[in-house]
């Protein structure tokens, strides 16, 4: 059957030039991506004093990325088939300069709630942007352009979460601390500004009376690939939100003091930052996964190992192997690049994938939390992170073999049309 004809629309045109200039904008963008969350994380005290945020509230401030994260990074899907993603990624930028603003000069918790809302609804879609932009502009560069953003993501956050209370103190407010990185939110919306009206004049000077066939829509979750990579993400991202939120409190608890937990925890961000860089170019190279799977899952069993039965001792060395096991955030990016054939299954995957896998991460520091409480040690929230990491590497070599997304759900359309069962239903099979 024909697909049916529609006018040329704003859905991927293709990119006009100015790769050098997408380029620092995606690098721009990435610094941005966690500053407006660990900013806050640094100053909660200071922020539920200042508004009188109740411990609920407080709670719901902290959970909040991940559920605009989940919700809001599915809508990018939508928004990128009606308006060029140059247009979509300067408002959104502009988004997140405006919500950090606002939330910095009111003085009501409910308001501060709405526009750290706005702020992370921006996030939320250029986290699913990123790897799009890479397909369609650096095709032959994925690995090395997805490393460099990866890295610069990893700066930006280690940057804000180090100068966020110091700000603060230097000039007598939290508001200073968490509201300077709009600057930077604002900085990195004025790449994009040329980009778009660029692919606004492509589009005028083309025919109007130009048609052309409508893409197929990539649905990832008709298909095994489309859930593993979601599951793969959700849990590698609910490990790092478990040890970004009480790896400080289990060396507090070993022994150490604040400053030196604080210390260690920054460490792990740090030591990622060349594991950010090299970890995306190896992937690129390498003809399976595999290695790089089960490379990482042994860092991260030893590290959660080693701090259950000597947290003390040997801290600098599970910081260490923990930073290598969290190498599994820039593989996960690269490989939404690599597992699909075109811009449109890229966004469409990436959408799912980080969607879906937020929803999985934000349970990691609650469960963590309930089981801390509950037992009083910490033998038991490891035993669950170890599990997770179970199920991350069972994912992950689901999708260590190349294959891709397209490719997927044109074979799960034809089962469906044969009568067969769609094989997302058993997404862990191995093929």
Do not use: C
């Amino acid at each position: 059957m024909t697909a049916p004809a529609t006018r040329t629309g704003p859905a991927h045109p293709r990119p006009a030039g100015g790769g050098g200039l997408v380029l620092v904008g995606m690098l721009l963008v990435a610094l941005n991506l966690r500053a407006a969350v660990t900013s806050l994380g640094a100053l909660l005290d200071e922020i539920r004093t200042g508004l009188g945020l109740s411990g609920v509230m407080a709670g719901f401030v902290t959970t909040l990325p991940t559920i605009a994260f989940a919700g809001l990074g599915a809508l990018t899907p939508w928004l990128v088939r009606r308006w060029p993603p140059a247009r979509v990624l300067a408002l959104a930028m502009l988004a997140l300069a405006t919500g950090q603003v606002l939330r910095v000069v009111t003085d009501s918790a409910a308001v501060f709630v709405l526009t750290s809302a706005l702020a992370l609804a921006g996030i939320a879609v250029a986290n699913i942007l990123l790897p799009m932009l890479v397909k369609q502009h650096f095709p032959h560069r994925t690995g090395l352009v997805t490393g460099a953003y990866t890295m610069a993501l990893t700066i930006g956050t280690t940057v804000a979460a180090a100068a966020a209370v110091p700000v603060a103190h230097a000039f007598g407010s939290w508001r200073a601390g968490l509201g300077v990185w709009a600057g930077l939110a604002a900085v990195a919306v004025l790449p994009w500004v040329p980009l778009a009206l660029r692919t606004r004049s492509a589009r005028r000077a083309a025919s109007p009376t130009a048609v052309t066939a409508a893409p197929a829509r990539v649905r990832p979750a008709q298909t095994r690939l489309g859930w593993a990579m979601a599951v793969y993400f959700g849990a590698q991202s609910l490990s790092g939100y478990a040890i970004m939120g009480w790896l400080a409190q289990l060396f507090r608890d070993a022994g150490y003091p604040a400053e030196t937990a604080g210390l260690l925890l920054a460490g792990v961000t740090a030591l990622g930052v060349p594991v950010a860089l090299a970890m995306p170019a190896l992937a690129g190279r390498l003809r399976t996964l595999r290695p790089l799977v089960f490379s990482l899952t042994a860092f991260s069993a030893a590290a959660y190992l080693g701090l259950a039965v000597a947290p003390r001792g040997l801290a600098p060395l599970w910081v260490l192997l923990l930073a290598l096991g969290q190498g599994a955030f820039p593989l996960i990016l690269t490989t939404i690049g690599l597992r699909a054939r075109t811009a449109d299954g890229t966004v469409a995957l990436s959408a799912f994938a980080q969607s879906t896998g937020y929803v999985i991460a934000a349970l990691g520091p609650l469960l963590v939390g309930i089981l801390y409480e509950a037992t009083g040690g910490w033998t038991a929230p490891i035993g669950f992170l170890l599990a997770a990491l179970a199920v991350q590497t069972t994912a992950g070599v689901a999708i260590a073999r190349p294959r891709y997304i397209e490719d997927e759900q044109r074979r799960a359309e034809r089962q469906e049309e044969a009568g067969v069962a769609s094989p997302a239903t058993a997404w862990s099979t191995v093929g």
